[in-house]
Each structure stands twice: as C-alpha cells, then as structure tokens.
C-alpha cells in the first residue's frame, strides 16, 4: 500500500493505459455483438453457431491470442493494438451470447403490442427490446468490464498492460510491495468502473426503479396474510 500511495503519478499514467486497452474494446464489441446478436435472437442455426463460435474463440488463452494475432493482422507484437484486437474478439463472444438471451427477457405482449401499432422489426428492435433488455444486458457488459480489466493485466508479460507492468517489474526486482500495489489498483479500478456501469444503467432504465414494490409494502403484505 505505501508503494502505491508514494507513486500516485505513476499509477495515474498505468491507470489510463489500463483504461484505454480494457474500455475500447467494449465499444467496439457492443458495436459488433448487439446487430449481430439481434439478427440471430430468432434464428435458431444461426444462434446456435454463434454461440459454439463465440465459445471456441473465449476459450483460446489470452496471452497465445497476443502473440499469435501479429501473425494475422498488420501489427508488431508490442503494439497495444494486439490487446485491444484480442479483448474485442473476447467481448464479442460474451455479449454476443447475452444480447439474445437479453432480448428473450422481453414480454412477448410488449413485442406483440408493438408490431399492432405498426413498429417495423428494427424499429421494434431499437425503441421497444433494446431499451427492454438493458438490465439484463448491462449486467453481462459489467462482467464484460471486469473481465478485460483482469486480462489487460496479462498483456504485461509481452511488454502492454497499464497496471499490470507492476506485476512483472516487481517479481523482476523481487518487490513484493510493487506487486501488491498492482492488485490494489486493479482491484480498485474493476470496482470503480463497475459501479459506474451500474449506475449508468439505472439512470438508463428508470421504470424498473418506479415497478418496484417498496420493502414496508412487501412486508405487511406478508403479515397480513
């Protein structure tokens, strides 16, 4: 902890690196992952071999996916671009499988009023299931997050990795204390960014705050029973 509290400008600038590598690549595959998991919602094959796809890529280790993607993409090694291409690939195997599974969440009356009133399948898809399925699809983007924010931490081995330079710096000059400053900072950055995430999808979806059931209602409505 002193090691940390005695080189804030250094966890600051580690911090935004660690930020940039983790973060991009969760735009970018909301960008990917939502088209693409509203197009195969319905479609069985197709959901079916996205999912068996989205699986095989996720379980390919993510430092063997750093070393090898130079070899595919017009890239060096040392380039962030390899981690931030690599965590993309990761985020759209995730969400691809939970943007589906979030627009099954919808009321199929709620989809079936829509098409009555005369809501095109897109347009049904933007104004009524997506604003629908945030809750279920923030939660899988906030273990999106966290995900990447762990893996950036393995980008250090090759030489990328904001926070995680620590890990490898420290065990090299056998500092204990810079390797425990590192699991802080990473620790304290995952929970910052998913409160943020959590936050951002309440302000999001204000109905499901105005659909609860306060706690004293459900209370002496039990004890009436």
Request: net charge positive; aromatic share 6%; hydrophobic share 55%.
């Amino acid at each position: 902890m002193t090691y940390l509290l005695t080189h804030l400008d250094k966890a600051w600038a580690l911090t935004l690196i660690h930020l940039r590598l983790s973060l991009i690549p969760i735009v970018l595959g909301l960008i990917i992952a939502v088209p693409l998991g509203g197009v195969v919602q319905r479609a069985t094959f197709l959901r079916r071999l996205t999912t068996v796809t989205a699986s095989i890529i996720f379980t390919i280790p993510s430092l063997a996916l750093f070393v090898v993607l130079p070899l595919i993409i017009p890239t060096r090694i040392l380039d962030e671009a390899n981690v931030i291409v690599a965590l993309t690939l990761y985020t759209t195997a995730l969400l691809v499988r939970a943007v589906p599974e979030a627009l099954d969440a919808v009321p199929p009356a709620v989809l079936d009023a829509a098409t009555a009133v005369g809501y095109k399948p897109v347009t049904r898809l933007l104004k009524i299931e997506l604003p629908l399925a945030l809750p279920v699809l923030v939660a899988s983007l906030r273990v999106v997050a966290v995900t990447n924010i762990s893996m950036v931490s393995v980008g250090s081995v090759i030489g990328i990795g904001g926070l995680g330079t620590w890990f490898t710096e420290g065990y090299q000059a056998n500092k204990s204390d810079q390797i425990v400053a590192g699991i802080i900072a990473i620790f304290v950055l995952a929970v910052v960014i998913d409160t943020l995430i959590m936050l951002a999808g309440k302000a999001l979806t204000p109905w499901t705050r105005a659909t609860r059931v306060p706690r004293a209602t459900k209370l002496k409505a039990l004890v009436t029973k």
